[in-house]
């Protein structure tokens, strides 16, 4: 499998925050934040990713779930999961954990594989974020 990465400083387009009243400072956060990647890899290079996060969080920190979508230059999407970790410490927001690809389109039909990320807030609605994996496309793919 070919190693891969890159990274995005992402914009949320969309935040939703639900104070929850069993607990003090319990949150539910919905997000939806977009970018560019930038990847030595030109198959993701820039590619725009948006991605759909929920989160479950006490005083900031907690589990994080979600799906992302990135649409290549051509048209062609690649799509999978992602679950992690957010932890706010010292007025600093980080994440971190991991993703795998669930298929995609074009050339990267069948595509497997995924691998890890970090990042932090920069701003209450916008980060910057790093990845790394792996992906394998099939043979019928990698062809086109």
Excluded: C
Excluded at 113 to 123: E, F, L, P
């Amino acid at each position: 499998m070919p190693n891969i990465s890159g990274s995005f400083s992402g914009r949320a387009t969309s935040q939703t925050t639900i104070s929850l009243p069993d607990i003090p400072d319990h949150a539910m956060n919905l997000m939806e934040v977009t970018g560019l990647q930038k990847s030595s890899d030109e198959k993701w290079n820039e590619a725009r990713i948006t991605y759909w996060g929920a989160a479950d969080l006490i005083a900031g920190n907690g589990p994080q779930r979600g799906y992302f979508v990135n649409e290549h230059p051509d048209g062609d999407r690649d799509f999978g999961t992602f679950e992690g970790k957010i932890a706010t410490a010292g007025g600093q927001v980080t994440i971190e954990g991991n993703w795998k690809y669930a298929g995609g389109t074009g050339k990267f039909k069948g595509i497997t594989g995924g691998g890890t990320y970090k990042g932090r807030a920069t701003s209450p609605v916008e980060l910057e974020n790093s990845w790394e994996g792996t992906y394998q496309l099939t043979a019928k793919t990698q062809a086109a």
